[in-house]
């Protein structure tokens, strides 16, 4: 199966930047459909970005312009660039991957509304790197 284990988050000032990392395990990023995804305490979550196979990257609301999801093939690592950080952009990120079908319900209704049955039925998810954006 596929192994995915996050890792660049760290605790900044807002305004600053980071980038993340999703490092690949099992399969070729390039024929992956891949996601990032945030958490807080209490809070369901949001998508916060997604990339097809095929290059088609979409990405929420509110990190649009921000934010920007790439890929390198070569190490099988896919890479989510914050620019500008926000004290509401403190989350703990998560790499997600699966059918892209699936994966994009995630920008609709989830799951036919729900969000376990969602997250269930993507095919991997990592364990996540928490960041930390103050004032």
């Known amino acids: 199966g596929v192994l995915l284990v996050e890792s660049g988050g760290k605790s900044v000032q807002a305004g600053e930047s980071l980038r993340l990392s999703c490092t690949v395990s099992?399969?070729?990023?390039?024929?992956?459909?891949m996601g990032w995804f945030r958490q807080t305490p209490g809070h369901e979550g949001e998508l916060v970005s997604t990339m097809a196979s095929d290059g088609t990257t979409i990405y929420g609301d509110s990190v649009k312009g921000r934010f920007a999801m790439s890929r390198d093939d070569d190490k099988n690592i896919v890479y989510l660039q914050m620019d500008d950080l926000k004290p509401e952009d403190t989350a703990k990120y998560l790499c997600?991957?699966?059918?892209?079908?699936?994966?994009?319900?995630?920008?609709?209704?989830?799951?036919?509304?729900?969000?376990?049955?969602?997250?269930?039925?993507?095919?991997?998810w990592g364990q996540g790197t928490q960041v930390t954006v103050s004032s």
């Open positions: 997600t991957t699966g059918p892209r079908r699936v994966l994009e319900m995630g920008w609709a209704n989830y799951f036919h509304g729900s969000f376990a049955r969602w997250h269930d039925a993507l095919d991997a």
């Open positions: 099992g399969y070729p990023t390039n024929d992956l459909h």
